[in-house]
Structure formats: structure tokens, C-alpha cells
């Protein structure tokens, strides 16, 4: 494998051009200009702290005429390039190239994989690279025609309980900022950001901080992805729901499919999203192992992305080399429950997420400009085993259709959003006009008290926090903000027991992703899938 040389915390100002990186190499590593042959940005992020001197950060792979060679004389370094090796974290770093095996014997019967999102996606690319001709169950229709189902619900407010943003081909991914951040220290993200880009996405994603791909972008990565599955072997059954799995002797012997199909397998990947209730209701009846899990309930707040954007930077808020200002807050308080905002949305949308009728969900999106003028974050609220008197796995299912109906009314059922300006929730009083903001969410919303579609202990915690956000940005807490109910899935309510290799207690199903609860974000669900379809692979070399 090649080595290069890594470089961490090099700063440049906004005033600045990236080509001054290659001066601050040079410098760094006291070399010659000439011995400096190129450089890869490996992370680029900005330092907004100092709102009068904002920076933007790098980390960079470095190629040198001999990079190995470098590292034989350090000892002859001044003390200067001493503190500046040590203060730049610079070290020799092996590529990481992803390598997926090819089995020499193909299993008689093809894996299958029900369900969507990144987990299926990449698990689907390692059987299909390893050669073993994965079929893909997906229950709704692929990702261009969906699109027109729900600009005809945004239109008409008319749900099709089979085609909604939150079932279709990539789930409500296909609607969502996709933000591909992550904590998970993988070296697999590298192989799933180049698979993006590959398939369409910004090359961006691979070094920005904070990457995200775009709703509008994600439609054209999604097709380029399945085209690129089945030019491998891979095959899409589209409008086809697994709907039963018969299990022999604790063994997998074969799954039911809508319309009675049956289809033996030794392999079954789920994939399922955290709204599919009804296939979760028959997997425990199947007796596949689960537990209960906690979860998060939330609202959504608007702002004008302009104050987001001056409050972050100052009065470089209108600098173009800035992108649209993102936050990550989080509040403890011994009086109530932590709050923290989740999949913020820089210039994004509000929209609406229900998948049953006469139950209401929304949900948040940006497109790849993040131009839409306002911006929104879900404000989280955690849910505990406490809040309900049961310990049923399923308990926590009837707990979130009962508030979705609630908010569903409130909304003068009809998909409607109930909303409530920030300063008139604080105040406790209806909101009866809006300011300065429009909402974004499409179908509307319904000016009203969110206390009459939100649990106690949520409106408690949300009261005591947003007065602490605005203390860490400007007008958080502004008159014309907008809070608008009620987003319920934040994730799955329930985690499959599976061992290390990926299997559940009933032999040859592997839960992943979301239902699985082994990752919950984007690229953690993509990396997941990956190591399912290791696993897979390996049983079969």
C-alpha cells in the first residue's frame, strides 16, 4: 500500500487562497519547494469562535518525492520544525484500499435483503462484487416515481398509506439533508464517500467536516447506486413486501413475499426502516428476539437562516466562501429531561412524514445549496421506559401512533402542522399569527398550543432549554421562530439481538441497520452493511 504523509491543523484565514497550502507545507516540513509533488484535503472545516477571524481548518495527505525517507533524518531538524512536526500531528499514514473478496463457490440460493437506506445498499455492493447475485425486496416503488406520489400528498394532502416520504426506495433518505457525519472511526467511511461521489455525489463530502449530499443530489446517486447493483448481479424486486418467514429447526428455511410468493433462502439481510410496524409485528410473532429500547420525541424549530448564519459568523455571515451555518446543541437540567438538536438543516424544509392515515409525522430536509432561506434542527426530547406502563416490545409503537394522532388532529386533520411561535410556547398561549418566518412545511400549518399534542414531560424540558440555547446563539429563542410538532421516529424502538458475525438468534437472518440498532446515522448504517456483508462472504469462501 502507498504511505503518505498526513498533516493535521493547518489554518488558513477567509481572506485566503487554498493554493497558500502549498506554502504552509513547505514550511511545516522545512523541504524545498521541489520536493513537494502534490496534496489531497483529507477534512477542510471552519473555526467560527473568533467571529473576527474565521479560519478554516485542514488535515491533508501529503506526497513527497520520497515520503518514507523524510521521516530517516528527523533528528536533524531544527527545533522549530520539531514543535511544528509535533504541533501538525505529522506522521506516515497508509492508504486504505476497501478490498472485497470474490467466493469461488456461489451459494445455490441467492441472499435476499428487504428493506432500504445505506445498510442494504452497501451490504447489496459487497454480495454483488463478491459474486453472489443478491436479490433486493423493497415494498414500494423505485425512487422516481415516488417523487411524483409525494408532490401529489403536498398537493392534494391525499396519503397513500404505499407511497410516502417515509416508504420508498432509500426511505425518507430521498427527502432528507443526508448528512454523512459521524463519529465511528472506520476506515470503510473512505470506500462509502468514493462510492458516493462515484455515483453522482459532490466531491465535497470526502473532506468537509460536516458533509451532507442533498435531497436533490441523492435522487441521482440512488439510481446510479441500483444501476451500478445490477450491472453486478444484483436484482430489485420493487412494489414486493416480505410479509411472513417460515423458520425449520431455529434455521431460516424460506421467506413469503406479497401476493403469496415463497422464496427459499439461507440468507436474509433486514434492512427494515423504523416505520415499517407491520413487519415488525410479524417477526415477533415469528419470535425473533427483541428488546424495547429508548427512543426521542421532538419538535421541529424554523429560522430565518440569515440570523443562523450572523449569529454562527458575525459580520462575515455574507462571506460566499461560507457555507449556510449548521449548529449541534445539547442542555442538561436537573429539573427535566436533556434537550439536543439532531439533523439540523441549513436552508432546508420541513416536511411531512406521515406513513399511516390520520396519524401525523414530519421530518426535515436541505437540498445540496442549502438556499431555501430558512433553516431548521429537530429539538430532541429523550423517551423512557418509564413514560409507558408496559414492557412490550411493540409498547412503544401505540405510544407514538397515539401523539401522532393528537398532533394530527391539532392540525385540523388533514396533515396540517401544528405549530406555535417560540416566545408565545415560552409565554404558554396559543400563537394566533405568524411574524416574519414562513414555515416551510408545505401542506401548512395549523397556528395552535403544542401542548395539546405533546407529552408533559416534553414541553417541560423544551421550556427550560430553549431560553439555554439562546444563550449559545443569538435569537435562537427569537419571536418569530417557529415550532412545529410532532416528529416521533427519531429512531428504532426496538434493538434485534445478533451476535458478532451479525446473526440473530433464528440462524441465517442478520438484522442491520436501523432495527438492528447497531447504527443509527447514515454512514454508520452504510459501514454496517458492509461488515454484514463480510460476514456473508466469509461463509462462503
Known amino acids: 500500500m502507498k504511505k503518505y504523509i498526513k498533516i493535521e491543523e493547518i489554518k488558513l484565514a477567509l481572506r485566503d487562497d487554498e493554493n497558500l497550502l502549498w506554502e504552509k507545507i513547505v514550511k511545516i516540513l522545512w523541504i524545498k519547494k521541489e520536493e513537494l509533488l502534490d496534496f489531497k484535503i483529507l477534512k477542510k472545516a471552519i473555526d467560527s469562535r473568533n467571529k473576527r477571524d474565521i479560519l478554516f481548518v485542514y488535515s491533508l495527505w501529503v506526497e513527497l518525492k520520497d515520503n518514507e525517507k523524510y521521516f530517516v533524518d528527523t533528528d536533524k531538524f531544527s527545533e522549530q520544525t520539531k514543535i511544528n512536526l509535533k504541533k501538525h500531528k505529522v506522521r506516515l499514514e497508509e492508504e486504505y484500499v476497501y478490498e472485497i473478496k ?166 436474509l439481510i433486514l434492512a427494515i426502516g423504523h416505520s415499517a410496524r407491520d413487519t415488525l409485528e410479524m417477526l415477533y410473532n415469528r419470535e425473533l428476539e427483541m428488546k424495547a429500547k429508548p427512543f426521542a420525541m421532538w419538535v421541529r424549530i424554523e429560522h430565518d437562516a440569515k440570523m443562523i448564519n450572523k449569529s454562527q459568523y458575525g459580520d462575515n455571515y455574507t462571506n460566499k466562501k461560507l457555507w449556510t451555518a449548521k449548529y449541534k446543541l445539547v442542555t442538561h437540567n436537573e429539573d427535566a429531561r436533556s434537550v439536543y438538536t439532531f439533523c439540523m438543516c441549513p436552508g432546508g424544509y420541513v416536511v411531512p412524514a406521515s406513513s399511516e392515515e390520520n396519524r401525523l409525522c414530519i421530518n426535515g430536509m436541505s437540498e445540496y445549496a442549502q438556499d431555501s432561506g430558512v433553516s431548521n434542527s429537530a429539538l430532541l426530547v429523550p423517551v423512557n421506559p418509564d413514560d409507558f406502563a408496559s414492557n412490550h416490545p411493540l409498547a412503544w409503537i401505540a405510544f407514538q401512533r397515539d401523539w401522532e394522532e393528537k398532533a394530527f388532529i391539532q392540525g385540523w386533520s388533514d396533515y396540517k402542522a401544528p405549530a406555535q411561535l417560540v416566545w408565545d410556547f415560552l409565554a404558554k398561549r396559543p400563537s394566533k399569527q405568524i411574524w416574519k418566518i414562513v414555515s416551510t412545511y408545505k401542506p401548512g400549518i395549523k397556528l395552535t398550543s403544542l401542548d395539546n399534542c405533546l407529552p408533559e414531560f416534553i414541553t417541560k424540558a423544551l421550556r427550560i432549554a430553549i431560553p439555554i440555547l439562546d444563550r449559545k446563539i443569538n435569537w435562537f429563542a427569537s419571536a418569530d421562530a417557529i415550532l412545529t410538532a410532532i416528529e416521533a421516529r427519531s429512531s428504532s424502538v426496538v434493538r434485534f439481538t445478533r451476535d458478532e458475525k451479525g446473526e440473530s438468534n433464528i440462524k441465517w437472518i442478520y438484522p442491520v441497520w436501523e432495527w438492528a440498532w447497531y447504527a443509527g446515522g447514515i454512514t454508520s448504517s452504510a459501514i454496517d452493511g458492509l461488515k454484514v456483508g463480510e460476514s456473508l462472504v466469509e461463509k462462503y469462501l
Open 102 to 267: 470474490k467466493i469461488s463457490n456461489k451459494p445455490k440460493k441467492s441472499p435476499v435483503i428487504v428493506g432500504s437506506w445505506p445498510a442494504w445498499l452497501f451490504c447489496a455492493l459487497v454480495l454483488a462484487r463478491a459474486w453472489m447475485n443478491p436479490i433486493i425486496i423493497e415494498r414500494w416503488k423505485e425512487v422516481s416515481a415516488r417523487v411524483k406520489d409525494v408532490e401529489y400528498f403536498t398537493s392534494t394532502w391525499l396519503l397513500n398509506n404505499n407511497s410516502n416520504i417515509q416508504f420508498w426506495e432509500w426511505w425518507a433518505g430521498t427527502f432528507s439533508d443526508w448528512k454523512l457525519y459521524t463519529l465511528i472511526n472506520d476506515p470503510r467511511s473512505n470506500f462509502v464517500f468514493e462510492e458516493f461521489v462515484k455515483a453522482g455525489a459532490s466531491e465535497e463530502i470526502i473532506y468537509d467536516a460536516k458533509p451532507h449530499i442533498g435531497t436533490d443530489k441523492l435522487r441521482i446517486v440512488v439510481k446510479n447506486l441500483r444501476e451500478k447493483i445490477i450491472s453486478l448481479g444484483g436484482t430489485f424486486r420493487f412494489e414486493t413486501c416480505l410479509t411472513d418467514i417460515e423458520v425449520v429447526d431455529n434455521k431460516l428455511k424460506s421467506i413469503t413475499l406479497s401476493g403469496g410468493e415463497k422464496l427459499e433462502t439461507d440468507d
